[in-house]
């Protein structure tokens, strides 16, 4: 805005500019108008004077009238032209300070500038140092991967190498112990005969277990003469009626 003011300002002082100029032109006609009515009356004096001589009459000395109109003109001539002497000065002094205001005006457009051209490039530097950094950043991201990449495949590569030099291991077998006097018992869900060697669910019909060979003896079912549940070897009362069992 103080730009813009002082612009006007510079555009109002030569506008003066201009009307001093004019008004001057006006002073110099009126100036002009003088000179010419001095000459009319010079005119005047010499006509007067030469009259008297064509006529042989004696010139008389005393014309003190037209002189005094001679004087008068010459003083305002004076006057106007010590009133264009002002208006120059006058004219002078504005275009000055106007000179002035447009330097101040100039110093302070390139001063803003400046500071505007120096907020802009610390602007730019540090997004370019933000962009420098996430950069370096995913950079550094990358290596890691690469690092934690590359230490997995050494692992799984040490593994494997442990896996190729691993002697295989032997295949125990161990021996099937026949235990035919015990006797074998139904699985929880009365489906099938548990083996009491070696604990292998078989089929109910089956006569020996097909895990380990030994010989399957018939289960001999508990049931409860109340309620008609299945009751578990030894059981004493009927877990579903409370009965007590012989």
Do not use: W
Not at 65 to 75: H, L
Request: proline share 3%.
């Amino acid at each position: 805005m103080a730009f813009i003011e002082k612009l006007n300002e510079v555009a109002k002082n030569i506008g003066d500019k201009t009307n001093d100029a004019i008004e001057k032109n006006k002073l110099n006609g009126k100036i002009a108008d003088e000179e010419k009515t001095i000459k009319a009356l010079k005119y005047e004096v010499g006509e007067f004077y030469y009259s008297k001589h064509l006529e042989g009459l004696e010139i008389e000395p005393d014309i003190s009238e037209t002189i005094e109109k001679i004087d008068k003109s010459n003083q305002t001539i004076a006057e106007l032209k010590e009133q264009i002497e002002t208006i120059e000065r006058e004219a002078e002094e504005k275009i000055r300070q106007a000179e002035e205001a447009k330097a101040r005006a100039e110093e302070e457009a390139r001063l803003k500038a400046e500071e505007e051209a120096k907020a802009k490039a610390q602007v730019e530097e540090e997004a370019k140092a933000k962009v420098q950094a996430a950069e370096e950043a995913k950079a550094q991201a990358e290596d890691n991967a690469q690092a934690i990449v590359k230490n997995a495949e050494a692992q799984v590569a040490e593994a494997e190498k442990q896996n190729t030099m691993a002697p295989p291991q032997p295949i125990i077998m161990e021996p099937v112990v026949m235990n035919s006097g015990v006797e074998n018992v139904a699985s929880n869900d009365g489906s099938g005969i548990v083996c009491q060697s070696c604990g292998n669910k078989n089929e109910s019909a089956a006569k020996f277990c097909g895990e380990c060979g030994s010989k399957l003896e018939p289960v001999q079912e508990h049931i409860c003469k109340s309620c008609g549940s299945h009751l578990p070897k030894g059981a004493k009362f009927c877990g579903d009626c409370g009965t007590k069992v012989d």
